[in-house]
């Protein structure tokens, strides 16, 4: 296998104050591909997300190994951790409502992140902002530049949001829950460019999300998280064939077009899912 | 058990030349007893409707009708009788300061019932949670648990019409299927009406008997629940929110 671009090896995440660890052994190796993590609300899925951005500033982030490309994120100081965010690793958050400023116009906010990284004109930075909302597939790209947020529709934002984060061709991107406050119509079409745009440029994707036909329909791997732990590692295309009777009750519960209307399983939750499997040979 | 009829419902908001049509002209029936979804792509006016039958807006025209009488002829006490509403974020809707027994008892006393104990007991067993939850506040209890007070508060004044705003929508997919099995049961059994909100089509064809399709505010379809896999919908937004759905869920 390739060098990865990203090795975790025995994440745990703690916040002050906290109990227990909400994240813990969380190990994974992500190259150019795919990689879904999915599991419910407070399964820790998100904090991984922020925990390799260390966008966590309440939490103890430690772990064995934390390798992105030739930097060791663990070691990495504040000041690297700038040039690396938004650069060489960007997220794209859940509301493009809550993620983009709203009394700033939204192609300024995209030529702004170009600005941050790169020596150039302003001029420049809007050149480049306008040929990345081109390429999220807006028409009229002038048009978008110079409205605000609340002028443009959830979708459009979104892709506002991918064209920002995907600016500055990082080698790793993290979406967290990238679709959840769309519409279906409009869902498979963000999927679409961000997933087009990824494979393109060769970058890694990490694509939280609880939504597990999302996972299945847009990832290679995927990652279950119960209880702060990863329970189960899966190709996508194998989601069918999971073991773990978390995945399993989660597949099941998930209403169908065309189902029979049977009452849906329901998830009998157990002590022993917070351990992983044990892996057989 | 009573029909709802929409007729001619029309609502703006804002006045004058800035005034928008939300619902430009809507008419649909539901039978007693049915549960009859309302889908569409967001800003499509499919809460304003429920908002609407709910009198929580009264600035609309047209009728609305429960059982043959117009919610706007209703006293506030008889329309708390004939209908009660569940709304999207079970975060949102229930006071953080009100215990789960204050939530309760507050129709039962303003509604002059009696047996409060009883009631409330009955309402908690309904909904599949232990009586001595009554002493819990929301923060002690987790979203779908939350879902499930909400629902008992509709229950408590034994309405007819239910009206559910994309109950599950905030929820997990384990949570959802639990609140889905409960709203199924509670129909089985009380019979109840429900107009129900959602934008997942999946949870649409698992509930409801027949749905309408919004867009912009007007209903440009009702269809069967058939009609999603037969794909008889003729409407071309009823065809690609219904082709849509089915490629995100990819034909399992």
Known sequence: METPILDVQDLRVHYRGAPQPAVQDVSFALGRERLGIVGESGSGKSTVGRALLKLLPTAEITATRMQFGETDLQAATEKQMLDIRGNRMSMILQDPKFSLNPIRRCGEQIAEAYLTHFRCSKREAKERALAMLEAVQIRDPHLVYDRYPHEVSGGMGQRIMIAMMLLAEPRLVIADEPTSALDVTVRLEVLKILDDLVREKGIGLIMISHDLN???????????????????????????????PYTRGLLAAQPRIGGNRQPLPVLDRRPEWSQPMETSA | MKPVKVENLSMSFGMGEAAVKVLPDVSFEVEAGECFGLVGESGSGKSTILLCVAMLLSAWSGRISIGGQSVRDMSVMERCRNLQMVFQDPYGSLHPRQSVRTALSEPI?????????DRMAQAMTDVGLPVSFLDRFPHQLSGGQRQRVAIARALILEPHVLLLDEPTSALDVSVQAEILNLLQRLREEKGFTYLMVSHDLAVVDHMCDRFAVMQRGEVTEVLGRDAILGGTATHPYARQLIEASLAYENAM
């Open chain 2, 109 to 117: 006393r303003i509604h002059k019932l009696g047996d409060m104990e």
């Open chain 1, 214 to 244: 999302l996972v299945r329909n847009f990832c290679d791997r995927v990652l279950i998280m119960y209880a702060g732990r990863v329970v189960e590692t899966l190709n996508a295309a194998e989601l069918d064939r999971a073991q773990h």
